[in-house]
């Protein structure tokens, strides 16, 4: 079966501090994509980074980074000098390759206080 | 390029009613999807679509909930009659394929409150 699981329901932060988003997966296909998702109170999911299994490689975007470890099945999402703008809800989930089915997890609802 | 359109942005009916949402995908995305969010989780999908056929919808409560997507095109999801628990948002994405590997389009969703 296919979980994801965002253990923090919700963080707060001050402008410009750092700040990491967990995301805990688990699956037994040995081939998957995971995804992170923004979602604005605008409600829209934006999409922000795919990640296939086999590529562990770390991905740096701006401010943005991503931490994939597959040892710890674990895609974790950390925001670098954080702004106001970056206030949202995050989305982690996980898509099998042979799947058409996206399992997100339950969301973190991120506050960056000004 | 635009985007995914959904409308209308929000609904308030009593339960036992009927409503309908509209989503019009990203021009020339072949795949199409409704989601349904339960406040405080993530989506789920309730239904698939490849053109206008039904890829999945083994999540789609079909005692109530029924969607098409006539001309491969636009969608409408139907829920008939609506109970409390449809209390949720409802996104429509779309992709330029069915594949997992391609990243799909939100729409802004339809916000319905069942009362």
């Known amino acids: 079966a296919q979980k994801v699981t965002q253990a923090q329901t919700e963080i707060s932060v001050v402008e410009k501090e750092d700040v990491t988003l967990d995301c805990v997966y688990e699956?037994?296909?040995?081939?998957?994509?995971l995804f992170w998702y923004k979602q604005p109170p605008s409600g829209e999911l934006v999409f922000l980074i795919r990640?296939?299994?086999?590529?562990?490689q770390n991905e740096i975007s701006g401010r943005y980074s991503w931490n994939f470890q597959k040892s710890t099945s674990s895609f974790n999402f950390t925001i670098t000098a954080s702004q106001v703008v970056d206030s949202a809800v995050y989305f982690c989930?996980?898509?099998?390759?042979?799947?058409?089915?996206?399992?997100f997890g339950t969301g973190t609802s991120l506050t960056v206080i000004p | 390029e635009a985007g995914v359109a959904q409308s209308p942005r929000y609904k308030i009916i009593e339960k036992r009613q009927s409503v309908a949402f509209w989503c019009n995908p990203i021009s020339g995305h072949a795949t199409l999807y409704w989601y349904q969010q339960i406040l405080g989780q993530g989506p789920k999908l309730l239904i698939q679509f490849q053109n206008n056929g039904v890829v999945d919808d083994s999540q789609l409560p079909k005692d109530r909930f029924s969607a098409e997507r006539l001309k491969g095109v636009d969608s409408t999801l139907k829920i008939q009659p609506a109970k409390l628990e449809d209390s949720a948002v409802y996104l429509c994405?779309?992709?330029?394929?069915?594949?997992?590997?391609?990243?799909?389009?939100f729409g802004p969703g339809t916000r319905l409150t069942v009362l």
């Open positions: 989930a996980l898509i099998q390759n042979t799947g058409n089915q996206f399992y």
């Open positions: 990640r296939n299994s086999f590529d562990e």
């Open positions: 994405a779309s992709s330029s394929t069915g594949g997992s590997y391609n990243e799909q389009f």
């Open positions: 699956t037994r296909d040995t081939t998957y994509y």
